[in-house]
């Protein structure tokens, strides 16, 4: 993909959810869209919509209407099961807490979506510890989530948000619980990794310095995207 490939577009998303006897808009006909290696931040108080935005636009829910297109392909009708796997192989999640599995080191949670997509366990781990060095972690592959930092923790998540190589990575509050030198090391690797990948790239977050950093902010109020100012 090239710099002005456009990875990730969503058209016209409208979701309607039921209370009682009235319909609610939270999305009311949002079009976004996002290019390779490029970082785009959804801002917006709590009940803005930004995170039904992005469950809509990562096929985590669907919309009432409207289209979701990513490589090209639009997703907003694809099967549970299909919708299923195409998370798995383009799709790459980071959220406020790194949710890593206790039991599994970091090396094997980083391999665990490529052994659910089918790799070979010794290929997974040889790929994860290669990504655990590109966040700075190849000498903590062995060790348990207990063992390390919150930071740490964190920048393990993210590398197996990107082991599989991701088309689009969505990163959910990815520096809320943590501490501002942490966050800011967080922030850095999330814009190398997707830069590197050729992905696209969505923070949600209240965190304006961390929305700064990305190339389009996109504001929501009431269910829609009421500004998006691109860095010139």
């Known amino acids: 993909m090239t710099a002005n490939d456009i990875v990730l577009r969503g ?3 409208r979701k309607e959810f039921l209370s009682g006897d009235t319909t609610v808009a939270a999305l009311k006909d949002c079009t976004i869209e ?7 931040a959804i801002v917006g108080k709590s009940g803005s919509g930004k995170s039904t935005l992005a469950n809509v636009l990562s096929g985590l829910d669907r919309p009432t209407s409207g ?3 990513l490589l090209g392909r639009d997703i907003s009708s694809l099967s549970e099961a299909e919708m299923a796997s195409l998370r798995a192989r383009k799709i790459g999640f980071v959220l406020q807490k790194d949710n890593l599995i206790p039991s599994l080191t970091l090396a094997e949670n980083v391999a665990a979506p490529l052994v ?4 070979k366990l010794s290929q997974a781990l040889r790929s994860a510890r290669d990504m655990l060095g590109e966040v700075g972690l190849d000498h903590r592959a ?5 063992q390390v930092s919150g930071g740490e923790a964190q920048r393990a998540a993210i590398a197996r948000a990107c082991v599989v190589e991701p088309a689009v990575v969505f ?5 809320g619980a943590l501490d501002e030198e942490n966050g800011s090391r967080v922030q850095e690797l999330l814009h ?24 389009v902010v996109v504001t929501m109020a009431d269910g829609a995207i009421v500004n998006t100012k691109r860095k010139a």
């Open 34 to 40: 996002v290019l390779a290696s490029e970082f785009v």
């Open 192 to 215: 190398k990794l997707v830069s590197t990948l050729g992905a696209a790239g969505l923070i949600i977050t209240h965190d304006m310095d961390l929305a700064t950093g990305a190339d």
């Open 171 to 175: 990163a959910d509050e990815p520096t």
């Open 142 to 146: 062995a060790q348990w989530p207990s």
């Open 11 to 13: 058209e016209l998303l």
């Open 67 to 69: 289209t979701v297109t």
């Open 116 to 119: 659910m997509s089918g790799v």
